[in-house]
């Protein structure tokens, strides 16, 4: 009997020692953030835009150098006072086989601004008082003022052009996507997977794979294994200490490029002392934000105020605040802060670099003599209780996303009532509603920098920084980026060699 | 009949007890699906927006109610997340949990059998130590940590086996390939579970009065031991039962563990995003298979064992 087990189980282990199951056509990305939906007009979230991408086109979008540039417009022009934009439209075609004209784009902005759509984005529309299509592929938008910033909105995933027909028969566009973009959905399986398949009538030109399998894996050590074994082809989320294996790899490749985004640790500015913007400039003094980016999120470059590092808008005199303990304790002494002062730390669940980068500056701000309570929340808790609700917190640590155009990152630091931290009085609502309606470039770049140095002087935030994103890729893979500021990730030119 | 009734009246009993405290934990937990599906947008007020469309506004004894009566009408309702019926939902998800506990309980319950029943004939021997060895192991090693070391040994160090997942349509080989080690880290505790039972049936049965008659008659050793374990094996029934009823909440580490996209990650997701409709269709199918399935272990046993009829 002895022998003949031994053969068995031997025999069984070779027939499944055959190579794992790939396939040589599709690109296989891991990633550890899902979309909540895929109707790009109900979210906000970076992670449903890095999706809808592929699904939906907008009318212009974000190239690879940050400008914008065409799409379904291929081309636009604005009226002297600012109130009329004309666009032209190129000729392409929704999945469902009807064509795309001008009456998609009016049936489009209209869902936009409609209060039964629920947009998170309406306000961004608002401004805009009517669209007329001129002629099939030509559409123009009446505005009530002028609108720098539209183009900017125009060219985000929440702007993305949906079929007219599709509208008017209230489509289940969150689980069904239908765009005119380069794949196509073929299966969504929330907290695992999500399969694409190429549109070979997309209007660019087909894509050179046959589809794309986007996974779902949340620890970045199991990312790592699959894309050295060669299960996947790309995998975003790269632990800081598993840089060097990457860069040691032959058949990987690690891609460092700055992101959009400004990493912080949010003050609740309506709580005791934490109002005295003297305490707030101490906390930015007592933390050294260098340290921070390194040990939480893989490197980076720290930020003196509320704009991504590089930033065009953050004015030349603005420089992040460094470390200085005895500066920072000084004006804890000169605002009275009492020497048992604690602070209550809550931190998001399921980020685990929020939650290390909360604990270095606990460690931090106990040099200075203030004790920091840390309590970790789950990232429902977080969003209804620290980030809405009763906003019960002093400090708690998030990154606030990049926007391609300034209001999108400022527009409600006007009003205490506004925004988490409570920031904001009767100048900054005043400079943002300049910056929101004005088209002279100058002027916006003034306005804008005398809002980011009012949230340098009395800052509603402890500055980290802009972390670099950093993903790996096979090898083989050609052609896969992801959009500047809007970290949408774009297939539509990958090859596999 | 009367027994009968009362079968039926406490598993009916059981399950509306589970159903409902899984509603009032869920609702116990801070935080709702409307605040989650909002998102950013939550403190600008669309988080009541939000709770309005999916009747979250509405007290919980209501919804709750409503559950009920959408059950009665075979109506388990639609997800908070997806907005898509949570049948449909659930059924997308059965095949992956289904193959892999049907898959894992053929292993567990071969290997169990095999072992245990080998232990037992060699009582005392090498080979009963290393199985008692093996059962005590394989009863005090967590899934998660047992399965990651699987993972890194078979799918990371040799890369024999895919890491995880589940390619859909892959075929049965794929299939098979990406089912292995979770089904294999599923059995082990459950296989070492039966072993000793199995064994213990066996040593027992051996020392019965019919066996050693059989013995007097002449009987060859193959069909002695052929003997003894099919009449050990009614014993073992119970345990089979419930480990194969409870094989559906078991994968509900090994899918996490493994990437695999059945219920088991279905029901954590749901709880993470507050989707009661979706944790609430899970913990029903759950609870009715496990019911069932002692209910029909109960019967079969009384069928195979005519001892136990008269109880």
């Known amino acids: 009997?002895?022998?003949?087990?031994?053969?068995?189980?031997?025999?069984?282990i070779l027939a499944f020692t055959l190579t794992a199951w790939t396939s040589a056509e599709r690109l296989t990305l891991v990633t550890d953030a899902q979309p909540d939906t895929l109707d790009p007009h109900v979210t906000s979230a970076t992670s449903a835009f890095q999706h809808t991408k592929s699904f939906y086109d907008t009318l212009v979008e974000v190239g690879r150098d940050g400008s914008i540039q065409p799409l379904l417009a291929t081309d636009w022009s604005v009226s002297d006072d600012g109130l009329t934009w004309r666009?032209?439209?190129?000729?392409?075609?929704?999945?469902?086989?009807?064509?795309?004209?001008?009456?998609?784009?009016?049936?489009?902005?209209?869902?936009?601004?409609?209060?039964?759509?629920g947009?998170?984005?309406?306000?961004?529309?608002?401004?805009?008082?009517?669209?007329?299509?001129?002629?099939?592929?030509?559409?123009?938008?009446?505005?009530?003022?002028?609108?720098?910033?539209?183009?900017?909105?125009?060219?985000?995933?929440?702007?993305?052009?949906?079929p007219s027909e599709k509208i008017a028969s209230d489509h289940d566009f969150a689980n069904e996507p239908v765009g005119t973009g380069a794949f196509t959905l073929e299966r969504w399986t929330r907290d695992s997977d999500m399969r694409l398949a190429a549109n070979p009538a997309y209007f660019l030109g087909a894509p050179n794979i046959e589809g794309v399998t986007v996974r779902y894996v949340g620890d970045s050590a199991l990312q790592l294994q699959a894309l050295r074994t060669g299960e996947a082809h790309v995998a975003t989320a790269i632990a800081t200490a598993d840089l060097p294996v990457v860069e040691a790899d032959g058949n990987l490749r690690l891609v460092r490029e700055p992101s959009g985004l400004a990493l912080v640790a949010s003050l609740n500015t309506r709580r005791p002392y934490l109002d005295d913007p003297r305490v707030r400039r101490a906390l930015n003094l007592a933390v050294d934000e260098q340290t921070v980016l390194n040990v939480a999120y893989g490197g980076g470059t720290p930020i003196g105020t509320f704009m991504e590092a590089g930033s065009p808008w953050t004015p030349a005199d603005v420089m992040p605040f460094g470390q200085d303990l005895n500066e920072a304790r000084a004006l804890l002494d000169e605002a009275g802060v009492p020497d048992d002062w604690t602070l209550d730390m809550a931190l998001p669940q399921p980020y685990e670099s929020h939650i290390t980068a909360g604990q270095v500056v606990q460690d931090m701000l106990g040099d200075v003599g203030i004790d920091v309570n840390v309590r970790v929340v789950e990232w429902g808790v977080w969003l209804s209780e620290v980030y809405g609700g009763p906003r019960d917190f002093d400090v708690t640590v998030i990154g606030h996303t990049g926007k391609l155009d300034p209001t999108g990152r400022l527009d409600g630091y006007g009003q205490p009532s506004e925004n988490y931290v409570g920031f904001g009085d009767s100048d900054v609502a005043e400079w943002l509603a300049e910056g929101r309606s004005n088209a002279d470039p100058e002027v916006r770049q003034a306005v804008y920098g005398d809002v980011l140095r009012r949230m340098h002087a009395a800052p509603p935030f402890v500055y980290f920084g802009t972390p670099d994103r950093t993903y790996a890729v096979r090898a083989e893979v050609d052609g896969f980026w992801m959009t500047p500021l809007l970290d949408s990730f774009d297939f539509r030119e990958v090859s596999l060699n | 009949m009367t027994r009968w009734l009362r079968t039926a009246g406490s598993f009916g009993l059981t399950f509306v007890l589970v159903m409902t405290v899984t509603f009032i934990a869920l609702e116990a937990l801070p935080g709702d699906a409307a605040s989650l599906r909002a998102g950013f947008d939550g403190g600008s007020g669309r988080d009541a927006a939000v709770r309005e469309a999916l009747n979250l506004d509405r007290p919980w004894p209501e919804r709750y109610v409503a559950w009920w009566s959408g059950l009665l009408q075979g109506d388990l309702g639609v997800s908070l997340r997806e907005d898509r019926p949570v049948a449909s939902i659930v059924l997308e998800r059965l095949p992956v949990t289904a193959a892999l506990a049907g898959l894992a309980f053929v292993f567990s319950t071969t290997a169990g059998v095999l072992l245990g029943a080998w232990a037992a004939f060699r009582a005392g021997s090498g080979i009963d130590r290393g199985v008692r060895a093996f059962t005590a192991v394989g009863l005090a090693m967590p899934e998660f940590w047992f399965g990651f070391l699987l993972l890194l040994l078979f799918a990371v160090e040799f890369a024999w086996l895919p890491l995880f997942g589940l390619p859909p349509g892959g075929g049965v080989w794929a299939t098979l390939q990406h089912l292995l080690l979770p089904a294999v880290t599923l059995a082990v505790p459950r296989a070492a579970r039966q072993a000793r039972v199995v064994r213990a049936l066996v040593l027992e049965s051996r020392r019965e009065a019919w066996l050693r008659t059989a013995v007097s008659k002449g009987a060859g050793t193959g069909r002695l031991r052929r003997?003894?374990?099919?009449?050990?094996?009614?014993?073992?029934?119970?345990?089979?039962?419930?480990?194969?009823?409870?094989?559906?909440?078991?994968?509900?580490?090994?899918?996490q563990v493994f990437g695999l996209p059945g219920l088991g990650a279905l029901l954590i997701g749901g709880i993470s995003a507050r989707d009661v409709p979706v944790v609430q269709g899970v913990t029903l199918?759950?609870?009715?298979?496990?019911?069932?399935?002692?209910?029909?272990?109960?019967?079969?046993?009384?069928?195979?064992?005519?001892?136990?009829r008269d109880a």
């Open chain 1, 87 to 117: 666009f032209e439209l190129t000729e392409a075609s929704f999945h469902d086989g009807t064509t795309f004209d001008a009456s998609d784009v009016v049936a489009t902005i209209q869902r936009l601004q409609a209060d039964a759509t």
């Open chain 2, 285 to 308: 199918l759950a609870v009715g298979v496990f019911l069932v399935v002692n209910l029909m272990s109960d019967l079969l046993q009384q069928a195979l064992d005519p001892r136990l």
């Open chain 1, 1 to 12: 009997m002895q022998p003949r087990v031994l053969r068995l189980t031997l025999t069984f």
């Open chain 2, 227 to 255: 003997q003894a374990v099919l009449a050990a094996l009614p014993g073992a029934l119970p345990l089979l039962a419930l480990d194969l009823g409870g094989l559906l909440t078991g994968t509900i580490v090994v899918e």
């Open chain 1, 119 to 162: 947009s998170p984005k309406a306000s961004e529309y608002a401004v805009i008082e009517a669209v007329v299509a001129v002629g099939e592929r030509t559409v123009e938008m009446q505005l009530a003022a002028p609108a720098p910033a539209l183009l900017a909105t125009l060219a985000s995933g929440w702007s993305a052009i949906l």
